[in-house]
């Protein structure tokens, strides 16, 4: 192995291996730092695909993701942080973890991929190979599998990801769905509070089959934890992804079991409306009269403190405060995707993203589905239907921020877009397309329809909803390590391994 990469990254020592890649500790001769290179084998469709997840991480700036600082070829290699710390499969191999610590590293990892779903980014590859545990928090690593909301799941008949970890709705197919994560976080969770996974299974045929068919086993008892972490691990551990909360749900409940002070976002602070602050009064004080007639003679101490506008000096006996701004206005833009319309149901990638100056708190987005269609499930919590009109709800949408989800739905004859989208009632900028075609509804119509066709993009059959009575064997992965406790940079199959 040569000893320099790009003229600049020196190798030291060699931290981990897997079947794909070996992952080195290197100086950064330029910037006279440490740092992690994953160094690929000399395969193309490798390169290409390490290149994906350099993009994908790269995309991401939060405390629990790792950072991506380089990419090369000849040979192919990522240029990362260099994590000092331990992969969550090295801690659990001692056994259960305590269940603060547990319930701590979840919030973390719930966090992460709460990021990761805001920008469009699916992990599909969560486990304990992929934590690495450190003294300041949790780094979620290995994007390499990674895959953007709505894309085809299923490619060439493979499903790429860990046995042990894949969610049912992956088996079948589909389109690439947040939700398939916070299956995974479940998991986790059970895992590090029982030290087992919610079933006995050692091949891949049993792993598949639990997914799909079998009810995971509770959790046993925990001395201490809080009853909702249990009750928020069923919920992960559901079949159906629209039943299980999305990831910054979970991050929410985990982090208050916790006790972990979670602080609000500072822009979204700053741009919070003034208020009017009344002071009762009896009579206008002298000094206020003065401090008036002065004008700019007179240093006036006015201090704005999260929308609130108080003057330095006064007595209770002042007047009423008045507002030093108004709220600024909602902007919104509505991304909305056909990305299959097959044998009567269609799926779609939504996203919505907040182009204003403000947060939008308990967010409401309404649209009305063209006629004959009707929605089976949400990739995310949240989605409802009263007649035509559909309905997606959230909490928080920062100014600047974006959600990604989607859903499938019934049609009949024909599928359609929606011609408006409105969040809290202000009218959103469409952005539609179908099949990866960019198209916009027209001004005179509610609906712009299609007829159905198999689309440009890869798509899948859905499955249909009878289960058979002998369920057949279910595809091969492609990683090999069936076992649940194997080793390796990201490419074991299993629950506690060292990663990179």
């Not at 590293?105 to 992990?123: D, E, K, N, S, Y």
């Not at 996974?197 to 925990?222: E, F, G």
């Not at 057949?472 to 990179?500: L, Y």
């Amino acid at each position: 192995m040569v000893g320099r990469l790009a003229n600049r990254y020196r190798l030291l020592d060699r931290l981990g291996a897997g079947g794909m890649s070996v992952v080195w500790r290197a100086h950064d001769e330029v910037l006279d730092r440490e740092v992690a290179i994953k160094v690929l084998s000399p395969d193309q469709a490798i390169s290409d695909r390490i290149l994906v997840e350099a993009r994908a991480a790269a995309r991401l700036r939060h405390p629990h993701v790792i950072e991506v600082y380089d990419f090369g070829r000849d040979p192919s290699f990522v240029v990362m942080e260099l994590v000092d710390g331990r992969s969550l499969a090295d801690v659990l191999s001692r056994g259960p973890l305590p269940w603060r610590a547990a319930v701590t590293i979840g919030a973390q990892v719930a966090a992460a991929l709460a990021a990761a779903h805001g920008r469009g980014i699916v992990h599909r590859d969560v486990k304990p190979a992929n934590v690495m545990v450190t003294s300041a928090g949790v780094k979620l690593v290995d994007f390499g599998i990674s895959a953007s909301t709505g894309e085809a799941d299923l490619i060439g008949g493979q499903i790429f990801g860990t046995p042990a970890y894949l969610a049912p709705e992956r088996i079948d197919g589909g389109p690439v769905r947040p939700a398939t994560d916070v299956y995974a976080l479940g998991l986790l969770l059970h895992l590090m509070l029982a030290g087992r996974l919610p079933w006995d299974a050692s091949t891949t045929t049993q792993m598949l089959r639990a997914h799909r068919y079998r009810t995971p086993q509770p959790l046993p008892p925990v001395a201490g934890l809080p009853d909702e972490v249990a009750t928020l691990i069923r919920r992960c551990l559901a079949k159906e992804p629209a039943a299980r909360p999305d990831a910054a749900t979970a991050a929410r409940v985990l982090s208050d079991a916790a006790g972990l002070i979670t602080p609000p976002p500072l822009l979204a602070a700053l741009d919070a409306p003034t208020e009017i602050i009344d002071v009762p009064a009896t009579h206008r004080h002298p000094l206020r009269r003065r401090l008036v007639a002065a004008g700019a003679s007179t240093a006036a101490v006015v201090v704005a403190v999260a929308g609130v506008v108080w003057f330095a000096g006064r007595d209770e006996s002042l007047p009423s405060v008045r507002a030093a701004g108004a709220v600024p206005p909602l902007t919104c833009q509505v991304g909305y995707a056909i990305k299959s319309a097959l044998n009567g149901t269609l799926s779609t990638a939504v996203t919505v993203r907040n182009t204003g100056r403000a947060a939008a708190s308990d967010w409401k987005l309404t649209f009305e589905l063209p006629s004959g269609q009707k929605l089976v499930r949400g990739w995310s919590s949240g989605w409802a239907q009263d007649g035509q009109a559909l309905l997606l709800t959230g909490r928080n949408l920062a100014a600047g921020g974006k959600v990604s989800t989607g859903f499938d739905a019934s049609y009949r004859e024909s599928a359609g877009l929606p011609g408006e989208f409105k969040l809290n009632d202000t009218v959103c900028t469409p952005q539609l397309s179908v099949a990866g075609q960019t198209t916009r509804p027209p001004a005179t119509s509610p609906a712009a329809t299609f007829p159905p066709a198999t689309p440009a993009t890869s798509t899948t059959t859905p499955a249909t909803a009878k289960k058979p009575a002998a369920p057949p064997a279910p595809p091969k992965p492609e990683k090999k390590d069936n076992s649940g406790h194997g080793k390796g940079g990201g490419e074991d199959n299993s629950g506690p391994g060292k990663g990179p």
